[in-house]
Structures are given as structure tokens and as C-alpha cells.
């Protein structure tokens, strides 16, 4: 193969109740990574587009460069010329797995143009890699579902012990996300180290309780787990009117509702497209209210995850 292009899809982390250890993914937005065979050796990254020129150019200090560094350093094949090019067509720091989806992408593009000697699970700690480069933290919860797609829970992130769920035919999300930038970091700094008994008894209910009802398709009880009664008591405040865009989602019908990954975007799961764009249209109405201008998503679960594409959408 002479060059790959391949597109890797936003997540949702935490899904309220799984703090670190459950993703899922979404159709769009997304990165793009190009890559081709280059008679020069060694990763070059020769063109990114849709940063605001925030990324670094030099593989080793940028995302999806350090996974694909990663990668072809593990395969023995770190003279191999390569030109990589990063087409960003999502925002940073909004909560849906932005540097995630970049390493992803960088570490499957790679795989792809030299014939796929790994398995898209294989690629987990490379891709892994590049996230950890950017935030400084090692959780699977974003890279897991984008690298492999549907709803990802993580057993143990240290050891990349992953699992994929059943999803429900009619399982479908709303993502907002307003026009707030919240650093990972910050996000995560305002959290407790400690948490009480009755609160890690609650949380682990209901992170039990999701898993069982996706596997049985029970919205009922998916609907009673989504929450969380860790993570989103102290985050919601970095989030203007948080409650009242919840308010607004379950009074559409969501099942449930809470902070895609360390925010700012906010999620709804619904049962069925119709009550999703509901749903999606009550949480996007809160912000614009304010007035906070915000982008609405409305998907399926992306059962595939990363993925070999035609072509690079042009920048909107
Ligand atoms: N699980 C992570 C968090 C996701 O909530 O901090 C952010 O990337």
C-alpha cells in the first residue's frame, strides 16, 4: 500500500459511572491521518490542519507522531521513511477524547500502510502512548473505544485489560459540546483522592448495574445506572447551567445524562434516534440560552471505531 488515510472517532468517557474505565464511541467528529511510504527515512509529520496551530510538528512531541514512533520502534522498523499528515477536525480540551483519537489514528495509519501486522487490540499500547504523551495520564477509556469501537470498559488500565460490551440496537447519544475549554489536568486535580465507602459502593451499583443492562438490553436499568456520584458532583461547576441542561435532557426522555470525559461536552444516552435529537436539541437550547454557542451530535454507538476512509474532509 502506497499511502492510508484513516479516520478515528471522538468518545465519551466515563459514561457517568465508570470513572476511567468506560468509553464509547461516536460517529463524528473525528481525526484524519494520512501516511505514505517516503524514500527519506524516518516518521516525518509534513502537514497538520485544523489546530489553530497548536500542534507540534516533530513526531516525537506530538500525539500521533510518539504512537506511530511507538509502534514502528516495537516492530523493529524505525528507519522506514514515512510522511504523516494530521487533519484535526475536532476541538482540544472538549471532553471527547481529542489527543486520543489523534494517537489512535497516528498508530493505525501506520499499521495499515506497512499491511496490518497487528491487530487493532495490539495497537492499544502504542496508541496509549501517544495519549499518555499529551496528558500526562494512562486511561484507556478514550483510546479503548476509539481504537476498537462500541462501549469499552476497562478492566485494569495498567494492564490494558479491555473488554468490548454488547450495545443495544436502539442505543443512541446526544453530545454537546459548548464552546469552553477545560483543561484534562485541571479537571482531574479538582477530584478527591478519597472517596467514602458509601459513595464507591454507590458508584460501583451502578457501573454494575450499566454493564447488565446493556447486556441484557435493559433501558430500564441502564436508565436507573447512569450516574455518577463521583466525578460529576465536583466537575459540573466548571460547566455553566450543567443541571439545567440535565433537567432539560431528561425531561426529553434521555435515559441518562452527565459529563462526556472531563468536559466540557455533556452526553445524553437515549432509546432511539428521535428522542436522541430531542434530547440533543433541549441540552444545546440550555447553552445557546446563556448565550454559550455549542455544536450538537447526535449518533449511534460507533460499533467499528477507527477506520480506513476515502478521503479528508475540507475544514468547515
Ligand atoms: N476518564 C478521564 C477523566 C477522561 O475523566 O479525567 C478524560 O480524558
Redesign the pocket.
Known sequence: MSAVTVFAPATV??VACG??VLGFAIDAPGDYVVVRHSDQSGLRITAITGDEGKLPSEPAKNTAGVAALDLLNHLGKSDLGIEMEIHKRMPFGSGL?SSAASAVAGAFAVNALIGSPLSKKQLLPFAMTGEASADGAW?A??VGPSLLGGIVFVRDNAELDVAKLPVPDNLWSAVVHPDIEIL?KV??EILPKEISLSDATTQIGNLGGLICGLIQSDYGMISRSIHDVI?EPRRQKLIPEFYEAKRAAMAAGALGFSIS??GPSVFALCEGKEVAEKAGAAISKVFSAIPLSNQLHISPINTEGVRVVAEVPALS
Open positions: 468517557a466515563n470513572y476511567d477524547g486511561h477509556d478514550n484534562t479537571a482531574r466525578a470525559g472531563a
